[in-house]
């Protein structure tokens, strides 16, 4: 499993520098959305699926979807119409694919293998992450909640056209 533990890191480290590194906002959400991906991998062979799974669903689902959802309402005009014509190429979408891949195949190497497991770690419930973010750490997740809110309206005014 150390084999796909590093294979998992470096797509991460790559698709993260083509993240900062991408002028064209929809590139850089799909080598996001493949970095968040690697980052599942990585907790898979750490040995918690469960953190794997919430991090495909919470990051790699809502909170990407809310991303281009953000830059569907910044993308605004016939000028970003014209651009967004070039995403219809297939050279833009050659580098998430082939990281892409490479994550696939290592997960159906690891799952054929069976779930790793860590020593030393105890097993927590979906029940039990549930009650200690709404009794503990209630105060964070809406601390949390209220900065998506705050950039999503900030977000919103930026694209907004003056009247």
């Not at 799909?30 to 970095?35: D, N, P, R, T």
């Not at 689902?61 to 309402?73: D, E, H, P, R």
């Not at 605004?76 to 995403?87: F, I, M, N, P």
Request: glycine share 8%.
């Amino acid at each position: 499993m150390n084999i796909a533990f590093y294979l998992a890191a470096v797509v991460a480290i790559i698709s993260t520098v083509m993240v900062i590194t991408r002028m064209n906002a929809v590139h850089a959400l799909l080598y996001m959305i493949v970095s968040l991906f690697s980052v599942a991998v990585i907790m898979f062979t750490l040995g918690a699926p469960f953190v794997a799974a919430l991090e495909v669903i919470v990051y790699a689902g809502a909170i990407m979807v809310l991303f281009i959802f953000v830059v569907m309402m910044l993308n605004v005009g016939t000028a970003e119409a014209d651009r967004e014509r070039t995403l219809l190429n297939p050279r833009a979408w050659i580098g998430p694919i082939i990281l892409a891949v490479i994550l696939g195949g290592e997960l159906v190497f690891m799952l054929s293998n069976g779930i790793p497991s860590a020593t030393g770690v105890e097993v927590v419930s979906p029940k039990e992450v549930g009650i200690s973010m709404f009794t503990t750490y209630m105060l964070g997740v809406q601390m949390v909640a209220m900065l998506l809110l705050a950039g999503l309206v900030g977000a919103f005014h930026l694209g907004k056209e003056l009247r």
